[in-house]
């Protein structure tokens, strides 16, 4: 197997769901979902250093990168349930899985859905609370935009998810993410974003202490989820350890030494 990993597929309703599968069979396995806007690809750095410890499996998002298209809405649902259709096709049965932004709320959806099947969480750049009146606001605003001008609004977008000090140092890395993020359809950019904000509060999940870790990592500078987003719920019993990074919000570009050390406690 190349340090690439070896790329796939698995049929999900009808839709291919794009995958890339790291590490050895039979290591303990850590499922990675990405953020949106982002493919699996955005993830091969640290996917390389994982899979020392771990098969690492990173999936693309419905409607991102390789994978189709459901519909007009993807629920947090569908995106946990396509997930668990890639481990299943693999013959994984228990897992750790790492969830950037959007895939953190996908990985909430998962202790949900299974809780007797993690042995460990990883919540990136990322939160439990449901969308306030103002973000669904928003997002309606970045919908509108996308539809009239996709590419601008893709570009706009990422570059936007930086901490401003770290944008000229990671040019390279912020282009291939905008040339990928350009494949992404409008259905799939009006769907994900549906689905984010019809998401239901998840404090619940984290109120209480379950028999695997969770741990929090968040950046100093983010400007998607304010640290003190943050800290207003990762006291809560079920976080087991807390990570801080200096960047925005794309900490496995910006900070990937510190996710490699945050996967240390899972």
């Given amino acids: 197997?190349?340090?690439?990993?070896?790329?796939?597929?698995?049929?999900?309703?009808?839709?291919?769901?794009?995958?890339?599968?790291?590490?050895?069979?039979?290591?303990?396995v850590l499922l990675v979902l990405p953020g949106f806007l982002e493919t699996r690809s955005s993830f091969d750095f640290v996917a390389q250093h994982w899979a020392k410890r771990f098969r690492v499996v990173t999936v693309d998002l419905i409607g991102h990168g390789d994978s189709g298209n459901l519909g007009y809405v993807h629920t947090m649902r569908d995106f946990a349930e396509a997930a668990w259709a890639v481990l299943r096709h693999l013959h994984i049965r228990f897992f750790r899985v790492a969830g950037h932004s959007l895939g953190g709320y996908i990985a909430l959806e998962l202790i949900a859905l299974m809780p007797h099947r993690l042995r460990g969480v990883l919540l990136l750049n990322t939160h439990p609370f449901a969308d306030s009146e103002e973000r669904k606001r928003n997002r309606r605003r970045a919908m509108a935009l996308a539809k009239q001008a996709r590419h601008a609004y893709v570009g706009a977008a990422i570059t936007a998810l930086v901490d401003p000090s770290h944008v000229q140092q990671l040019t390279a890395e912020l282009e291939k993410m905008h040339s990928e993020a350009r494949g992404l359809t409008v259905q799939g950019i009006i769907a994900a974003q549906e689905g984010m904000m019809q998401r239901v509060d998840r404090r619940d999940l984290l109120a209480k202490r379950w028999p695997f870790p969770i741990v929090v990592v968040a950046g100093h500078r983010d400007p998607i989820i304010p640290l003190s987003l943050t800290e207003s719920y990762w006291a809560l019993p079920a976080i087991t350890s807390r990570c801080l990074h200096s960047g925005g919000h794309l900490s496995f570009l910006e900070d990937p030494k510190v996710l490699i050390k945050a996967t240390s406690y899972i």
């Fill in 1 to 28: 197997m190349s340090s690439l990993g070896i790329k796939n597929s698995v049929d999900f309703k009808g839709i291919p769901i794009g995958y890339t599968a790291y590490g050895r069979p039979g290591a303990p």
